[in-house]
């Protein structure tokens, strides 16, 4: 069975850090490349960021460059997002993702997704 589970969200202050996760079955976290979209009230979901299968390539979209960092752990088949500085327009549901490629997913957004989790909340106050 395919499942991506999200966690580590939850409510910080504007500057403050979190780190989310993301455990994957072994069959996704071998084959596919990994990433995370966001969705903020009233807005279409986005992408943030991907990392190929072997970890080697990463890409990030431009509102996060430089703030966010995706990183995965093969022994653990857990992807993570490290998140500094955040602000309020970072708010929104996270949700793990499973592509084929990292350009799939950047370039294409959700057509480039093969497999969802379900998302983790991530809420930033001023």
């Known amino acids: 069975q395919v499942q991506l589970v999200e966690s580590g969200g939850g409510l910080v202050q504007a500057g403050e850090s979190l780190r989310l996760s993301c455990a994957a079955s072994?069959?996704?976290?071998?084959?596919?490349?990994m990433g995370w979209f966001r969705q903020a009230p009233g807005k279409e979901r986005e992408f943030v960021a991907a990392i190929s299968w072997s970890g080697g390539i990463t890409y990030d979209a431009d509102s996060v460059k430089g703030r966010f960092a995706i990183s995965r752990d093969t022994a653990k088949n857990t992807l993570y997002l490290q998140m500094n500085r955040l602000k309020p327009e970072d708010t929104a549901i996270y949700y793990c993702?499973?592509?084929?490629?990292?350009?799939?997913?950047?370039?294409?957004?959700?057509?480039?997704?093969?497999?969802w989790g379900r998302g983790t909340q991530v809420t930033v106050s001023s």
């Open positions: 993702a499973a592509g084929t490629t990292v350009q799939d997913m950047a370039v294409l957004g959700l057509k480039g997704v093969h497999y």
């Open positions: 072994g069959r996704i976290f071998s084959s596919y490349a």
